[in-house]
């Protein structure tokens, strides 16, 4: 899964509108989330180089301004936090957005193209504060050398994983006897061990699968949280095989929460 997406951090991330008194908490929030996402998937993240160096120069100009001094160490710390393991890239190829009206189409310069790094297959995400939904770019390598790309835009994290889990092979339900369902009890095959039920129907199972998020750092399972029954899913993953499957079980109370992944409880803010 991690090599089917790849990340880009958009030039205007790096505005320094961000990075005020004003707006800094909130523009920190939502880019750790929705990077939390990318570092899940052990996906590669890009980001224009000369897009830091011209921050960090703006840094450089109001340090030692009335009040900024001790600000201003924030944002260049937390800059260090966000990127850590993404790539700096300068683009060699060049980024053309596609404006088709019959006869009167045309090209227009792509402004975000430095962090693009368009070189394989797979879903191209583009990680913004204001833009949304896609965009089909032509890539000019050389006069015989082009080719078209699709970008997706997303600044949110729960509508990026909605992408991320229509794009994916699907994930099939399989029932497990150990773990039962609605209808029928959870039957471990120890004796000494009682088993988590799943607390609905297989259908709703397959439907929850659906939409569950998961973090390859830790784990290829898959988590969701059940509002109705106040609780988490479990999706654990049965190995590699052409069916894909997992089978399920909701969690017994708050008290095993802890067993879910971090970021995936973040993300729930359960």
């Known amino acids: 899964m991690n090599n089917e997406f790849r990340f880009y951090i958009h030039s205007e991330m790096f505005d320094?509108?961000?990075?005020?008194?004003?707006?800094?908490?909130?523009?920190?929030?939502?880019?750790?989330?929705?990077?939390?996402?990318?570092?899940?998937?052990?996906?590669?993240?890009?980001?224009a180089s000369e897009d830091l160096e011209r921050l960090a120069e703006k840094f450089a100009e109001i340090s030692g301004m009335e009040g900024f001094d001790e600000y201003i160490q924030s944002p260049q710390d937390y800059l260090e936090i966000l990127f850590r393991d993404a790539i700096p890239h300068t683009s060699r190829s060049l980024y053309f957005e596609i404006v088709f009206n019959e006869k009167q189409s045309s090209l227009a310069f792509y402004s975000g193209s430095k962090c693009l790094h368009c070189e394989t297959d797979a879903n191209h995400v583009v990680i913004s504060r204001n833009?949304?939904?896609?965009?089909?770019?032509?890539?000019?390598?050389?006069?015989?050398?082009?080719?078209?790309?699709?970008?997706?835009?997303?600044?949110?994290?729960?509508?990026?994983?909605?992408?991320?889990?229509?794009?994916?092979?699907?994930?099939?339900?399989?029932?497990?006897?150990?773990?039962?369902?609605?209808?029928?009890?959870?039957?471990?095959?120890?004796?000494?061990?009682?088993?988590?039920?799943?607390?609905?129907?297989?259908e709703e199972a397959q439907n929850l699968l659906d939409n569950a998020i998961f973090d390859l750092r830790e784990t290829p399972w898959c988590y969701i949280f059940d509002d109705t029954v106040d609780t988490y899913l479990v999706f654990p993953f049965e190995g590699d095989n052409p069916q894909n499957q997992y089978h399920a079980f909701h969690l017994e109370d708050e008290k095993q929460w802890n067993k879910v992944p971090k970021s995936i409880r973040e993300f729930f803010k359960k």
């Open 131 to 202: 833009l949304s939904g896609e965009d089909n770019l032509l890539k000019i390598d050389s006069e015989n050398e082009f080719e078209k790309v699709k970008i997706n835009y997303f600044h949110s994290n729960d509508l990026l994983w909605k992408f991320i889990n229509s794009m994916l092979p699907k994930r099939i339900y399989h029932f497990s006897s150990k773990h039962g369902n609605i209808q029928r009890v959870a039957n471990s095959p120890k004796k000494s061990e009682q088993a988590s039920r799943l607390k609905c129907s297989d």
């Open 16 to 47: 320094d509108e961000h990075f005020t008194i004003e707006n800094f908490e909130a523009y920190k929030r939502a880019t750790y989330s929705i990077l939390e996402v990318a570092r899940q998937l052990k996906a590669d993240i890009y980001f």
